[in-house]
């Protein structure tokens, strides 16, 4: 691990890059020049913190999403009563389809776990 501590920006600077935003805005949101960037970029530590920052905001974010699937069967469900035959379509194909790409989902997470159980047998045989 390194020793070397934290410099002014690099907090900022770590979560600008995390978000996607490009060299020159990270800079700017940092207070750093686009050089300090650069360098940074070179530092295997630095790019660590980028990623795992990277994975905690995508997990957050999923979490959010996750929050609001009730909301969301419910606005779908009143839609398969809507007046507009097209609008109930459109709701049928969405329900139907999400429905499939949910089983599909269960069943690959399940097999997923057969096969990582059987793994795990096998190397403590």
């Not at 295997?44 to 990623?51: A, C, D, G, L, V």
Request: hydrophobic share 40%; aromatic share 2%; net charge neutral.
């Amino acid at each position: 691990m390194s020793t070397r501590r934290r410099r002014p920006g690099d907090d900022l600077l770590v979560l600008a890059l995390a978000q996607g935003r490009t060299q020159a805005d990270a800079a700017a949101f940092a207070g750093v020049s686009e050089r300090t960037v650069r360098r940074r970029l070179l530092e295997p530590e630095f790019n660590r913190r980028i990623r795992a920052e990277r994975d905690q905001l995508v997990k957050d974010t999923a979490s959010r999403l996750t929050s609001l699937y009730p909301k969301a069967v419910d606005a779908l469900e009143q839609t398969l009563d809507a007046e507009s035959g097209h609008v109930r379509l459109r709701a049928v194909e969405l329900v139907i389809d999400l429905g499939n790409a949910l089983r599909d989902r269960a069943e690959i997470e399940s097999r997923l776990i057969e096969v990582e159980h059987g793994l795990r047998s096998q190397a403590a045989d």
